[in-house]
């Protein structure tokens, strides 16, 4: 039972009880300002629920982190310079990394989805991975 139906309750049981008009009165009174309260209370509700889905959506098109570590940005602006796929081992070499440094970076751009596998991993390759529109955007926006 809502509190609407609570009040509605509370001022037929007053009405059918043998209370004298003054009481009733009061007691209509209070039920008017409790019935006020709880409008209020749903419209602040429902702003609450537009403002919740409003910064739901907003923190699902963040990216975690604001920015990349100075090595994993120069990885992404190589991919972004270089227009084509690359693979861990291009990157190591290119850099001159460890693979499993190299292979840092890429669970980097992966994780903020900057770059995606193209093609998969083979007994002679770590496989190849492409830039992302999010990996360009970002590279426009903030590295170029």
């Known amino acids: 039972m809502s509190a609407t ?3 509605k ?7 059918t009880a043998t209370l004298g008009k003054d009481v009733i009165d009061l007691l209509k009174e209070k039920v008017a300002l409790l019935t006020e309260e ?12 537009v403002e919740n889905a409003d910064l739901k ?15 994993t940005a120069d990885v992404l602006q190589f991919f972004f310079d270089q227009g084509r796929e690359l693979s861990i081992e291009q990157v190591a070499q290119r850099f001159q990394f460890q693979m499993s440094v190299a292979e840092y970076h890429f669970d980097v751009l992966r994780k903020r989805r900057f770059v995606r596998p193209t093609r998969a991993i083979s007994a002679r390759s770590s496989g190849a991975y492409g830039l992302t529109q999010e990996g360009r955007g970002y590279v426009m926006q903030t590295l170029s």
């Open 5 to 7: 139906d609570i009040a």
């Open 9 to 15: 309750e509370i001022i037929r049981i007053a009405n």
């Open 57 to 71: 959506a907003r923190l699902q098109s963040l990216q975690p982190g604001d920015a990349l570590p100075k090595e």
């Open 38 to 49: 709880i409008d209020t209370l749903r419209s602040k509700v429902s702003s609450l629920e």
